[in-house]
């Protein structure tokens, strides 16, 4: 007996050899380990981790400081982890915002709803729409219009046939929307008029909430133009006399589309002030070396948001949106992937690894860093992104805002079979070979209302021809809730899925070939 138990140890051990030769040491992953680290990122004391905040400096600076400890590579500004990105807060004036029209004067709420952008000047009048160009669709509002110097007065919304799958291509080319075609075409502001049931449920105190805080990228001179919303004692003013009725551009995506100039008589004054102040948040930029001389030029990219969304002041009890699954999990899921290929045999390519901020804002944080990318983006070969993968549905759970969230051994694959026929090989032949999970693939059709593609930070390196996989645990009742909190997390489905995309990232990077793109996105 003692001769046989010697023999099936030796025989673990060898099965266990040939799992690290193969997947690297995804051993390294533990339920243990990924808690100790969420514990911490989404605990109170990070407020929310808001972009900008404290909160978010600090989880920022947890997340470098270990990857200092384990000898990870810097890759942000200067030599640092941290990559530095300016952030414009731009807080409307609220007590001398000012529109005039026919001896008229509007303040905040009587007359502007909501303004985006400075502006003063006074401008004649253009009806554009709904404000969209649809190039598939036939559908371009300015078509005979010279908008230049001008105000264009558009319908909130998309026109009746548009939805947002059909705002895909290049922008400015194949599609556009109100505030980018007035930069584009010389108008000075765009006047936003709301549907029927906006504006009968129209409310004074709505206008309080222009005057609150909004971040915006300072990526030097505006490329919108100023925006506004108007209310409908100001908007019937303007439709006075006109070709059109107030009645018909109140009928939503139904409101007609053709464009016109208003009366030459008739002009609208605009005092739009803002109160201008920069801050700052930061990206976390690493790598890993790879082990071979010619392939470690070359990245597999692991990313995760750390943002989330603060704190609201408003509630009574708990104010804080931890943001345990979104996205801590992630998070912690690369932070430790990263320990694993620290600790552990390298593969033969280099990683890349970034903790992004500003993704609930607007994607902010992968769009800077794929418009002033700290490596060289064509030696990027794959981006693997996790944004909440820490969540299960238990068995038997029939809560409708849980009708889409996947079991203990299932995520959603997103973007897999998009771009790269390879990439999706790849997925699939690891699944198989190690953990063997559930994947779905509900959100790559291209007919799914969610467009869920479009909405995490793997879209901004899909752009730039970067095949992705985005993994996903779905939407739950505790999304964007204050309820998002560490003890609701299934660690170890999280240790299998990050497990799994550690071994997705190995095999990649070990590739002999890079997976070939060869099914170019169509946006």
Same mark, same amino acid.
């Given at each position: 007996?003692?001769?046989?138990?010697?023999?099936?140890?030796?025989?673990a051990?060898?099965?266990?050899?040939?799992?690290?030769?193969?997947?690297?040491?995804f051993?390294?992953?533990?339920?243990?380990r990924?808690?100790?680290?969420?514990?911490f990122?989404?605990s109170?004391?990070?407020?929310g981790?808001?972009?900008?905040?404290?909160g978010?400096?600090?989880?920022?600076?947890?997340?470098?400081?270990?990857?200092?400890?384990?000898?990870?590579?810097?890759?942000?500004?200067?030599?640092?982890?941290f990559?530095?990105?300016?952030l414009?807060?731009?807080?409307?004036?609220?007590?001398?915002?000012?529109a005039e029209?026919?001896g008229?004067?509007?303040?905040?709420?009587?007359?502007?709803?909501?303004?985006?952008?400075?502006?003063?000047?006074t401008?004649?009048?253009?009806?554009?729409?709904?404000?969209?160009?649809?190039?598939?669709?036939?559908?371009?509002?300015?078509?005979?219009?010279?908008?230049?110097?001008?105000i264009?007065?558009?319908?909130?919304?998309?026109?009746a046939?548009?939805?947002?799958?059909d705002?895909?291509?290049?922008?400015?080319?194949?599609?556009?929307?109100?505030?980018?075609?007035?930069?584009?075409?010389?108008?000075?502001?765009?006047?936003?008029?709301?549907?029927?049931?906006?504006a009968?449920?129209?409310?004074?105190e709505d206008a309080?909430r222009?005057?609150?805080?909004?971040l915006?990228?300072?990526?030097?001179?505006d490329?919108?133009?100023?925006?506004?919303?108007?209310?409908?004692?100001?908007?019937h003013?303007?439709?006075?006399?006109?070709?059109?009725?107030?009645?018909?551009?109140l009928?939503?995506?139904?409101?007609?589309?053709?464009g016109?100039?208003?009366?030459?008589?008739?002009?609208?004054?605009?005092?739009?002030?803002f109160?201008i102040?920069?801050?700052y948040?930061?990206?976390?930029v690493?790598?890993?070396?790879?082990?071979?001389?010619?392939?470690?030029?070359?990245?597999?990219?692991?990313?995760?948001?750390?943002?989330?969304?603060g704190?609201?002041?408003?509630?009574?009890?708990?104010?804080?949106?931890?943001?345990?699954?979104?996205d801590g999990?992630?998070t912690?899921s690369?932070?430790?992937?990263a320990?694993?290929?620290?600790?552990?045999?390298?593969?033969k390519?280099s990683s &890349?690894?970034? +903790?992004?901020?500003?993704?609930?804002?607007?994607l902010?944080?992968?769009a800077?860093?794929?418009?002033?990318?700290?490596?060289?983006?064509?030696?990027?070969?794959?981006?693997?992104?996790?944004?909440?993968?820490?969540?299960?549905?238990p068995?038997?759970?029939?809560?409708?805002p849980?009708?889409?969230?996947?079991g203990?051994?299932?995520?959603?694959?997103?973007?897999s079979?998009?771009?790269?026929?390879d990439?999706?090989?790849?997925?699939?032949?690891?699944?198989?070979n190690?953990?063997? &999970?559930?994947?779905?693939?509900?959100?790559?059709?291209?007919?799914?209302p969610?467009?869920?593609?479009?909405?995490?930070?793997?879209?901004?390196y899909?752009h730039?021809?970067?095949?992705?996989?985005?993994y996903?645990?779905?939407?739950?009742?505790d999304?964007?809730?204050?309820?998002?909190?560490?003890?609701?997390?299934?660690?170890?489905?999280?240790?299998?899925?990050?497990r799994t995309?550690?071994?997705?990232? +190995?095999?990649?990077?070990?590739?002999?070939?890079?997976?070939?793109?060869?099914?170019?996105?169509?946006?």
């Open positions: 007996m003692k001769g046989i138990a010697f023999a099936l140890l030796c025989f051990g060898v099965a266990a050899a040939t799992a690290e030769t193969k997947f690297g040491g051993q390294g992953i533990t339920p243990q990924l808690k100790a680290h969420l514990e990122v989404a109170d004391e990070m407020e981790r808001d972009t900008p905040s404290r978010l400096d600090i989880a920022t600076l947890y997340v470098a400081t270990q990857l200092k400890l384990w000898g990870a590579t810097p890759a942000g500004d200067n030599g640092t982890f990559q530095r990105i300016a414009v807060k731009k807080t409307l004036d609220a007590t001398h915002v000012e029209f026919a008229r004067h509007f303040g905040l709420g009587d007359g502007v709803r909501s303004a985006s952008l400075p502006y003063a000047g401008a004649s009048l253009v009806y554009a729409g709904h404000g969209y160009m649809v190039k598939k669709k036939g559908i371009n509002p300015y078509a005979g219009l010279d908008v230049r110097g001008k264009l007065v558009v319908v909130s919304g998309l026109p046939g548009v939805s947002g799958a705002l895909n291509g290049v922008e400015g080319v194949d599609y556009s929307y109100p505030t980018l075609m007035a930069r584009k075409l010389g108008a000075v502001a765009v006047a936003v008029i709301v549907d029927k049931n906006t009968d449920s129209w409310k004074p309080a222009a005057g609150e805080m909004e915006t990228q300072d990526n030097g001179p490329r919108l133009a100023p925006g506004i919303v108007i209310g409908p004692e100001l908007m003013l303007l439709f006075a006399a006109e070709s059109i009725t107030p009645d018909d551009v009928k939503g995506p139904n409101a007609p589309e053709k016109f100039d208003f009366s030459p008589r008739k002009t609208l004054r605009l005092n739009l002030p109160v102040e920069k801050h948040a930061r990206n976390v690493a790598t890993v070396p790879g082990s071979d001389q010619k392939l470690r030029s070359e990245y597999v990219a692991f990313g995760a948001h750390i943002d989330h969304l704190m609201d002041a408003s509630r009574t009890g708990d104010k804080i949106f931890n943001g345990a699954d979104d999990s992630g912690v690369i932070l430790e992937i320990h694993a290929l620290l600790t552990g045999p390298r593969p390519r &890349l690894f970034v +903790w992004h901020i500003g993704e609930e804002k607007g902010w944080g992968s800077f860093f794929t418009e002033h990318p700290t490596v060289n983006l064509k030696n990027v070969v794959a981006q693997l992104n996790i944004d909440m993968i820490g969540r299960s549905r068995v038997g759970d029939k809560k409708p849980n009708a889409v969230l996947t203990a051994r299932e995520i959603y694959v997103v973007g079979t998009k771009m790269s026929t990439l999706q090989r790849t997925s699939e032949t690891v699944n198989k190690f953990l063997k &999970l559930k994947f779905n693939y509900k959100y790559d059709d291209p007919k799914d969610e467009q869920i593609f479009y909405r995490s930070d793997h879209y901004n899909a730039k021809g970067i095949p992705i996989i985005f996903f645990d779905g939407v739950h009742e999304y964007h809730e204050v309820t998002d909190e560490v003890p609701k997390i299934d660690f170890e489905k999280m240790s299998q899925v990050a995309v550690f071994a997705t990232g +190995w095999t990649l990077s070990n590739a002999p070939k890079r997976p070939r793109v060869d099914k170019p996105l169509k946006e």
